[in-house]
């Protein structure tokens, strides 16, 4: 829970609102925030103004979960790296969040399923394929904590099933029974499914915060070292092998008579230096001491301000769906499942990739994989019991293909991570 490096002081008001308008040139879509209120609001409800209004409704929630990861980032900075992971996924499923429950309540009940698959499959896939890649851009060979990655993604997978259990519950007896009948029952499935993936969130809290914290400590000690690329060496490509060089030592008389050979500075020896230089960053690394952008309470009104803009921002973003699907030539699966998780996982993108390249692979899994749980075990099942509550007949029975895609996703990933490291 500790902060990994130590902290400086931070800065004046002034400073941190400084630092929050120059955080990244994607706040100049800031101006897409006022823009697209003015078109939801005054121009008539047209297919062509619906369509407009949802364009620039998207781009103005770039910016705005941008700033939200720079925010969770300062709150980060504050604490451990398994919370920071903690942090960054919670808050970074705020946009998902805000978005289902806007469309719930306007009973866009394809466009509710299509988005939280797709944030799942964006998080698998995307995000964490990201990671991989930016790491591997100066990795040869990058490690994670074993521990605390492959219970995150045992986890994963049992919430995947849990999910697709009304699917198999459809295909399994639905022939069997009358629709009307099987409706009401699948209906039932999801509210039990939901309830107990909810328990079982607050279980997953208790586990990795309170009662086994140890094994997501950042002390742990479990990860891999990561390995760097060897840089070439001009002058060693003019040296002579190990062999070569052993078999061709210069000779010197010995004074009692015979000889005795003159050995050049071992490789080990360099070796050794090498190490103790890599030592030597590794300390001057834990000793640099890392100012944060933004005092604590202006971090806390940036979060407030940020999620209010989302919430009315995602209300005509959601609102401008149906004219834009009129047409024909966009569906609402591929918003649900590719526009909207794109917006949604700006924050987790942005900041997964971004420590990755630092080496901290195992907060970009905490942040990808935990947001991913988080979505399976927490936002579905909530969303679920929410339609419950309002009387929406929101259920997890999913698409077919989506849910296939779905388990081989976690599948994969699950298989992926056991190996403790990534090439």
């Not at 609102?17 to 706040?27: H, R």
């Not at 008539?44 to 949802?54: E, L």
């Not at 939280?116 to 990201?130: A, D, E, K, P, R």
């Not at 990860?223 to 070439?232: D, E, G, L, N, Q």
Request: glycine share 8%; with cysteine.
């Amino acid at each position: 829970m500790t902060p990994d490096h130590k902290l400086g002081q931070p800065p004046s008001f002034l400073q941190g609102v400084k630092a929050v308008i120059f955080a990244s040139w994607l706040n100049l879509l800031l101006v897409c925030i006022p823009i697209s209120w003015s078109l939801y609001l005054a121009l008539p409800k047209t297919s062509t103004h619906d369509t407009i209004t949802f364009i620039f409704a998207f781009l103005a929630i770039i910016p705005l979960a941008k700033l939200l990861a720079f925010a969770t980032d300062e709150l980060s900075m504050r604490v451990g790296q398994t919370l920071a992971g903690l942090l960054n996924a919670t808050l970074g499923n705020a946009v998902e969040l805000i978005v289902a429950i806007i469309a719930l309540v306007q009973c866009e009940l394809q466009v509710v399923q299509s988005s939280l698959v797709g944030s799942i499959l964006s998080n698998l896939l995307l995000v964490l394929g990201m990671c991989f890649f930016a790491g591997g851009t100066r990795f040869s060979e990058q490690g994670f904590g074993v521990s605390a990655t492959q219970l995150n993604s045992s986890l994963l997978i049992i919430s995947v099933i849990a999910i697709l259990l009304p699917a198999a519950f459809h295909f399994t007896a639905g022939d069997q029974i009358e629709d009307p009948k099987e409706g009401r029952d699948i209906l039932a499935v999801s509210h039990g499914a939901a309830i107990i993936l909810l328990f079982i969130y607050g279980c997953y809290l208790v586990f990795q915060l309170f009662s086994h914290k140890e094994l997501y400590g950042d002390e742990k000690g479990d990860a891999f070292k990561s390995t760097r690329y060897v840089k070439k060496d001009k002058k060693a490509k003019v040296q002579p092998s190990a062999a070569a060089s052993e078999s061709a030592q210069p000779l010197t008389p010995k004074e009692g008579g015979g000889i005795v050979t003159t050995r050049p500075l071992d490789l080990e020896s360099n070796r050794t230096l090498s190490v103790h230089e890599e030592a030597h960053e590794e300390v001057h690394e834990e000793d640099e001491v890392e100012k944060p952008s933004m005092s604590v309470t202006l971090t806390v009104v940036l979060l407030v301000v940020v999620t209010v803009l989302v919430a009315v921002t995602a209300e005509f973003l959601v609102r401008s769906i149906d004219g834009l699907t009129a047409s024909g030539h966009i569906s609402k699966e591929f918003v649900g499942v590719i526009l909207l998780p794109i917006v949604g996982n700006a924050a987790e993108h942005v900041t997964a990739v971004t420590v990755s390249v630092k080496d901290k692979l195992t907060l970009s899994l905490g942040v990808a994989v935990g947001s991913s749980i988080q979505i399976a075990l927490f936002v579905i099942p909530f969303i679920v019991t929410l339609g419950w509550i309002i009387g929406k007949p929101l259920t997890l029975l999913f698409d077919p293909f989506e849910s296939i895609v779905m388990f081989l996703s976690g599948v994969s990933i699950s298989e992926q991570l056991a190996q403790g490291c990534t090439n």
